[in-house]
């Protein structure tokens, strides 16, 4: 039997397992970084804005991300998600500097999987376009992001969308496989002495 | 059932006067405040104020909910503080999540021991430059000089300034010690040595210490612990009430004591199960339905599960929705 509160998951018959971040990467001698964003367009029903979300990885457990209503209305989908592209690219420049204050090699080119075709299609290609004429700065900065190639951004099925987790609300079976690509996994705590002692009781 | 202790701890002072548990408690905090000269009692001067303190009480637990100790703080009445005459800056850089996982992925990947250490009495240490008077602490009243008030030479609990007070001065014991500041966080201090690298993460007092050389790892604990009063915690296992797995394949990071905790402290451990976090294609409206009676526990639990998304991201856009109704 499992106890709810809210939105976690507590078991409290079973207590053998539980839902928790996993942090592991294969020890490479580059740390990969790589991250998957998406935006959902006029996602708030009372005052249309959108909402966007990210999440980066150095390998199987999710280190950075965010979930987050856009603070003003974007006029079509390409812009909410451009907006998005633009914060994911200040992430990476952050997570760069981390990475090498920590003493890591880091990979000059980072991959951002991402499933919106025109905004894919607006950052390789600058052709002029009547409807992104306001969201000028935010498309430079990607834009140049792009052309020195620190990042790369490339297609991916919605299907494999994790981002998607923190743009709108899934169903059990995508948010169970999304779960994982996050690395949030069921640990069995039964390899943990105290923590077993202490829940056992009833 | 799960059994979850809780000790009820007294809000005031007058509830636990005359309970040997937190006198004890009391009297070593006071030891602790004169061994470190947080004060020396002075004639109040006429042109300034002097602010108010009070004595708090903490019930400490470990990660398996059991009593770990009894702690009391003294606190000033920080709020009785004005700008410009007893106080001035007040920033003061806190570790970021995401810098703490990216350095237990790291640990994770090269194999590196993750070492945790707390500060005792962690404001006491830092310096207080700005001129701060206070009234004498509840039933520690100087009875040949009643009328003194104390002139604070160091950071107490709630001063505005404490914190700050207190990071520049471990900031800038690291750098004398050869420690780079990141420009990434202010709070991540990295040596690079002859041997490799070690690395400081500050969340307030607690310190997450990590590198590839167990021994640099030895020689900083010693350091820290000779310069300021430091509790070894050995391996990192608990912190912040986030819970952490060490094993050979990698590490793992739960707060399942903090949920468990929070469930009982809101009465909802007999609430039933749901597996997806919020559901699909309901709109929430600001404008419509009854209001929530309790505001203050509803913002409450929105910071609770705001907290619960350190290891549990897919909880995010959830707690994210609730949390544009407050």
């Known amino acids: ?202 | 059932m799960v059994r979850v202790i809780q000790e009820v701890e007294p809000t005031c002072f007058e509830q636990m006067v005359g309970n040997s548990k937190w006198d004890n408690a009391m009297d070593e905090k006071m030891a602790a405040l004169d061994a470190n000269a947080i004060w020396e009692l002075v004639a109040l001067p006429k042109d300034k104020k002097a602010i108010g303190c009070k004595w708090v009480y903490k019930v400490k637990h470990n990660a398996d909910g059991s009593v770990n100790r009894y702690k009391t703080r003294l606190v000033a009445k920080g709020y009785a503080q004005t700008y410009g005459i007893d106080y001035e800056e007040t920033y003061s850089p806190i570790a970021k999540m995401t810098t703490i996982r990216a350095v237990i992925v790291i640990v994770a990947a090269k194999g590196w021991s993750l070492h945790q250490m707390d500060v005792k009495n962690v404001f006491l240490h830092g310096d207080l430059q700005e001129e701060v008077y206070m009234e004498q602490p509840p039933s520690y009243v100087d009875q040949t000089h009643p009328n003194l008030v104390c002139r604070l030479k160091k950071a107490l609990y709630s001063l505005k300034q404490a914190l700050r007070a207190w990071s520049n001065k471990i900031g800038e014991y690291l750098v004398t010690s050869g420690f780079q500041t990141s420009n990434a966080d202010f709070s991540l201090y990295v040596k690079k040595t002859d041997h490799g690298i070690v690395v400081i993460v500050i969340y307030v007092d607690d310190l997450i210490i990590t590198g590839d050389n167990d021994l640099d790892i030895f020689d900083l604990k010693k350091l820290l612990k000779q310069k300021f009063e430091m509790k070894d915690l050995g391996e990192l296992r608990y912190f912040l009430s986030i819970e952490g797995i060490q094993s050979p394949k990698g590490i793992w990071l739960l707060q399942r004591q903090y949920a468990l905790n929070k469930l009982f402290e809101y009465g909802m451990t007999g609430y039933k199960p749901i597996s997806i976090p919020l559901e699909q294609n309901v709109k929430l409206s600001a404008n419509e339905g009854d209001l929530v009676d309790d505001t203050i526990m509803y913002r409450r639990i929105v910071g609770r599960l705001i907290y619960m998304t350190i290891t549990r991201p897919d909880l995010s856009y959830a707690v994210g929705v609730v949390s544009q109704f407050m």
């Open chain 1, 1 to 202: 039997m499992k106890a709810t509160f809210g939105c976690s998951e507590v078991h409290t018959e079973v207590h053998k397992t539980y839902l928790a971040v996993w942090n592991f990467y294969e020890a490479k001698n580059q740390v990969q970084v790589h991250g998957y964003m998406d935006a959902n367009w006029a996602s708030n029903v009372s005052d249309r804005k959108s909402t966007s979300g990210f999440m980066f990885s150095f390998g199987s457990g999710v280190v950075s991300w965010s979930s987050k209503k856009q603070p003003i209305v974007a006029l079509s989908s390409t812009e909410a998600e451009y907006r998005g592209v633009a914060i994911v690219a200040c992430e990476v420049v952050w997570l760069q500097k981390l990475l090498s204050d920590l003493g890591q090699s880091v990979d000059a080119h980072v991959v951002i999987y991402y499933d919106n075709i025109s905004s894919i299609l607006l950052a390789n290609n600058p052709v002029y376009h009547a409807r992104t004429k306001h969201i000028e700065v935010h498309y430079h900065f990607i834009r140049e992001k792009i052309l020195v190639k620190e990042i790369d951004l490339i297609h991916v099925s919605t299907e494999d969308q994790v981002a998607d987790i923190f743009t709108k609300a899934l169903g059990i079976n995508k948010l169970k496989r999304f779960r994982k690509m996050l690395g949030v996994l069921e640990v069995d705590l039964s390899l943990r002495g105290n923590v077993e002692n202490s829940s056992s009781t009833s």
